[in-house]
């Protein structure tokens, strides 16, 4: 059984910022009420930095208990500990670091060393996290969208977009001339909600191909989030999402 996706369009880049952080709060209280805990799988990449920052904000900050939330990473770039591309690093200046989160709570992906190991590590990490299951069951995964049509760090054309065993692969991407970590597409859709964030024209074209365009995965990787039995929702500004009315 495929979960509901919705297509929510907003005047500014500010607005989705604001519409995530709020979708994050509810869920986070949705979760622990549940199951005492919320585990979230943060996007990297730039247009989650304003989310990020007002859920640290004096507004946000105190409306969640974060001693009771698991961070996880969609995707890393393999990079060393301290570099600025790292997807950790963002979530821990704008975000992490400000909040009362248990060091254990937080599941970063290490960047530097063999990838293919990284990548096992990862995976060990989130089976580990959630013993017994076939799937990771994240409660909630953050996504971005390239222009190409990746996400997370499923780039068209390359492996990782056939992966349907493991849950977390390192993916070589040809056109960065790097391997990635990054959770595969099935692991993904497990998650019982996930949230795209899109805004900028620059997004417009891949966006447009992704929703309304003919499946084909390989050239858009994103066609692949398509949660089994969770939610899937898109928080797009009107520059990403003017395409999507001429289709
Ligand atoms: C990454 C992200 C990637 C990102 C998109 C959009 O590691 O870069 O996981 O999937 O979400 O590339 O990036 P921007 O938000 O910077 O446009």
């Not at 910022?17 to 869920?27: K, L, M, N």
């Not at 995976?123 to 909630?140: A, I, K, T």
């Given at each position: ?50 989310m ?16 009771r ?61 959630f ?10 995964v ?11 760090s ?34 993904i ?5 996930i ?28 066609q ?6 969770g939610?899937?929702?898109w ?13």
């Amino acid at each position: 059984m495929q979960g509901s996706t919705n297509v929510l369009v907003f005047e500014t880049a500010e607005q989705v910022a604001h519409a995530a952080a709020e979708r994050f709060v509810e869920h986070a209280h949705d979760a622990i009420s549940d199951h005492e805990l919320f585990s979230v799988a943060l996007a990297g990449g730039n247009t989650p930095r304003r989310m990020y920052e007002l859920l640290a904000s004096a507004d946000f900050r105190s409306r969640i208990d974060w001693s009771r939330v698991h961070f996880f990473f969609g995707d890393e770039r393999c990079v060393p500990a301290d570099h600025p591309d790292r997807n950790y690093r963002l979530a821990n200046e704008t975000l992490i670091s400000h909040l009362a989160v248990p060091p254990v709570n937080v599941h970063p992906i290490k960047g530097d060393g063999d990838p293919t190991t990284n990548a096992q590590l990862y995976e060990n990490e989130l089976r580990s996290f959630f013993l017994g299951l076939q799937w990771p069951r994240l409660d909630c995964v953050l996504l971005g969208l390239g222009a190409d049509g990746h996400t997370a760090s499923l780039f068209p054309h390359t492996r990782a977009l056939k992966e349907q065993k493991a849950w977390v692969v390192a993916n070589w991407v040809e056109k960065l001339g790097s391997f990635r970590i990054t959770l595969t597409a099935p692991a993904i859709n497990r998650a019982a909600r996930i949230i795209f964030l899109v805004t900028g024209e620059d997004k417009a074209a891949a966006l447009a191909a992704v929703l309304n365009g003919r499946p084909d995965p390989e050239r858009f990787p994103a066609q692949l989030i398509q949660p089994e039995s969770g939610s899937l929702v898109w928080l797009v500004d009107c520059r990403a999402a003017f395409q999507l009315a001429t289709q």
